[in-house]
């Protein structure tokens, strides 16, 4: 009996002894995760942008790729880290070949990289379509000799001593202005904060007050950064990891020159956070892409950047560096500028195909949520990988929502045609935009029109030099949110569509046009407010 008291009272003295500690662990974490400790919110990032770039700026115009990779200790101030440094520094050099792989211009090598994990990304990013990965690209040197000789060096020494003929950006003219650094951005106004991904920050900013121009650089409270400094521990090495995307960025964005590919105007390398050479990309600035607000515009406005979208990836198909996929493949990736579709976001684009085996089909299967597609394995490639993954992402997110809703009815046999192809993968890139190309060709030039032979139903009293600035009635799709504004091939387009309004009663042809030649007509319910105005044209309904 004694012994079991012992027993309960020495038990209870643990129990008691492990609450108190308990308490003390929780107490300790709760100071150590302190609101305080986290990152900026949006309101502050612009003073915060601010507040940095007064630091010390370098004007080399020489992109230079980052410090020595060795290892260090963790940071005196970081928690201890979990990771291994050495596992950090291996990837902070595979994001480094990787930069010098497309600086040299030579596309992926077919055998080369780790035969796994590249496919493995690819399908989960496939499958999950909101989701920002930041995939570690496994590059594998093209020359051993220089593979030796790289490694006795630091990154931005071994770039120094290669010649500028690889890995300068040229400086060029842009409106006959030179490319843009750091004085060009010393005194930039009107910051503003767009938004972020996982790894980037991204300002507006206006150059003299009169141009715009997007400002990239590593969010410091973005969700790579805090959870690689978590990780392992060193916030310089974790900077260098999240540079090369933006390094990578500005890489392609210099190799691949497309219209649909937004334009690098310039960079700057500057101090900041304590941590040396922060970089920041300067590149033309576009209008988020808000999917809500494309299905309420024209149709001919959609069917521009379904085209823009297509004239791109047929160019990526096709690239100096071989076939290149875009690997985050959402609309949150491109931007509007006066109207065509660009991409902006390049640090996850991959000229990497996925290797295979003819025993094993599976190596070759790409799967999204809705439907997999297994294609051919020919000389360890996956045939065509790259170019059907694009394809199939515009379908998925453009062409099923942008393409036949509201479309010249003589034209929407064809588009269905377009939009099942590509959704069933039976065209390639190259069919597709012949076969889109063939739409704007008829669109363009009222081909479409031909086979209406449809009576009209009134007459038109044609008044020159005359408007009609009230009488409006709301339409859908219409380029004007108050009236009736759509865009016509003809005159006898005009009163079809005036015949098809039950609360037209007259139009008024403008003397502008849209990207298509088409012009801009306002729709009217009567006449009572008819105006002079020259150079427009209103014809009004004199019949039943």
């Not at 410091?220 to 390094?247: P, T």
């Not at 990836?313 to 109207?339: E, I, K, N």
């Not at 009576?455 to 009293?461: E, F, I, L, N, V």
Request: proline fraction near 4%; charge should be positive; hydrophobic fraction near 35%.
């Amino acid at each position: 009996m004694l012994l079991i008291n012992l027993i309960m009272k020495r038990r209870k003295i643990m129990v008691a002894a492990g609450f108190c500690l308990s308490f003390f662990l929780g107490t300790l974490m709760n100071l150590l995760y302190i609101p305080g400790f986290e990152h900026h919110q949006n309101r502050n990032r612009a003073h915060r942008y601010y507040h940095e770039k007064q630091q010390r700026v370098t004007g080399d115009f020489q992109l230079h790729l980052g410090e020595p990779v060795t290892e260090t200790a963790a940071e005196p101030n970081s928690k201890s880290n979990t990771g291994s440094l050495h596992d950090l520094q291996l990837q902070i050099q595979e994001r480094f070949d990787e930069v010098v792989q497309y600086r040299r211009r030579q596309a992926h090598v077919p055998g080369t990289g780790n035969p796994v994990r590249p496919l493995e990304r690819r399908r989960l990013m496939d499958l999950e379509p909101g989701h920002s990965w930041d995939p570690v690209k496994v590059i594998d040197r093209i020359d051993n000799r220089q593979t030796r000789f790289q490694n006795r060096l630091s990154p931005s020494t071994y770039l120094h001593v290669k010649s500028q003929k690889d890995f300068s950006i040229y400086s060029r003219s842009i409106n006959g202005t030179l490319m843009l650094g750091c004085s060009s951005i010393d005194n930039v106004t009107n910051v503003q904060y767009l938004g972020s991904g996982y790894t980037k920050a991204v300002y507006k900013a206006a150059l003299n007050s009169s141009f715009s121009v997007a400002l990239k650089s590593v969010d410091f409270g973005g969700h790579d950064m805090e959870n690689c400094v978590k990780k392992y521990g060193s916030q310089g090495d974790c900077y260098k990891l999240a540079s090369f995307k933006i390094v990578k960025e500005m890489t392609l964005m210099e190799r691949l020159q497309h219209p649909n590919i937004l334009k690098l105007y310039g960079y700057c390398y500057q101090d900041s956070n304590d941590i040396q050479d922060t970089v920041t990309a300067i590149t033309e600035l576009g209008s988020p892409l808000e999917m809500i607000q494309l299905l309420q515009t024209s149709w001919e406005e959609r069917f521009r950047i379904c085209l823009s979208l297509v004239r791109l990836l047929h160019y990526l198909a096709h690239s100096p560096l071989g076939s290149v996929t875009l690997l985050d493949f959402r609309p949150r990736q491109f931007v509007l500028v006066a109207g065509e579709l660009k991409v902006t976001d390049l640090d996850d684009a991959s000229t990497e195909e996925a290797p295979c085996s003819p025993f094993s089909p599976s190596d070759c299967v790409m799967e999204f949520p809705a439907r997999n597609f297994t294609l051919p394995c020919n000389r360890g490639r996956c045939v065509g990988i790259n170019e059907k993954r694009n394809l199939y992402n515009a379908y998925r997110f453009f062409f099923t929502y942008l393409l036949p809703h509201s479309a010249p009815p003589a034209l929407r046999p064809l588009l269905d045609k377009i939009v099942n192809s590509t959704g069933e993968l039976v065209w390639g890139m190259d069919e597709t935009l012949v076969q889109l190309e063939n739409v704007l060709h008829q669109y363009r030039n009222g081909l479409y029109l031909q086979n209406n032979t449809q009576a009209h139903r009134a007459d038109y009293k044609r008044v020159a030099d005359a408007s009609i600035p009230g009488e409006n009635y709301r339409c859908w799709p219409s380029y004007e949110h108050e009236g009736c504004l759509l865009s016509v091939f003809s005159v006898t387009e005009a009163i079809g569509v005036c015949e098809s309004h039950a609360k037209c009663r007259a139009f008024v042809l403008t003397n502008q046009t849209t990207w298509t030649g088409h012009q801009l007509v306002h729709f009217k319910t009567g006449t009572a407010s008819l105006i002079s105005a020259k150079g427009r044209i209103a014809y009004i309904r004199v019949g039943s």
